[in-house]
């Protein structure tokens, strides 16, 4: 019913920044009630990192990210970026956004319906 697609991940040296896109698509995309940035390093569990309400009413940052990432959507776009400043190494990771439909779900990952495939960051020092 919802179709994510990310873009905007590369390789960058620490300190330096990137935006993420995660365009929705799809019969449903109006029944988003948020949407959600996770990542995943290699040997480690998927982490969260932003969410968004799709009225871009409300937002929450994990505090390893709090004051170097901004959460945001473009409501005409059905568009959700992540707008990373200051990157360190420990932010490599492949960036998935997903979302929820119908209900409010906020930093698990198990809560979210539908995800999308995934970009790579890859800060270097």
């Known amino acids: 019913q919802v179709q994510l697609v990310e873009s905007g991940g590369g390789l960058v040296q620490a300190g330096g920044s990137l935006r993420l896109s995660c365009a929705a698509s799809?019969?449903?995309?109006?029944?988003?009630?948020?949407v959600g940035w996770f990542r995943q390093a290699p040997g480690k569990g998927r982490e969260f990192v932003a969410t968004i309400s799709w009225s871009g009413l409300s937002t929450y940052y994990a505090d390893s990210v709090k004051g170097r990432f901004t959460i945001s959507r473009d409501s005409a776009k059905n568009t959700v970026y992540l707008q990373m400043n200051s990157l360190k190494p420990e932010d490599t990771a492949v960036y998935s956004c997903?979302?929820?439909?119908?209900?409010?779900?906020?930093?698990?990952?198990?809560?979210?319906?539908?995800w999308g495939q995934g970009t790579q960051v890859t800060v270097s020092s």
């Open positions: 997903a979302a929820s439909i119908g209900v409010n779900t906020g930093v698990d990952p198990l809560a979210y319906h539908y």
């Open positions: 799809g019969f449903t995309v109006n029944r988003i009630s948020r």
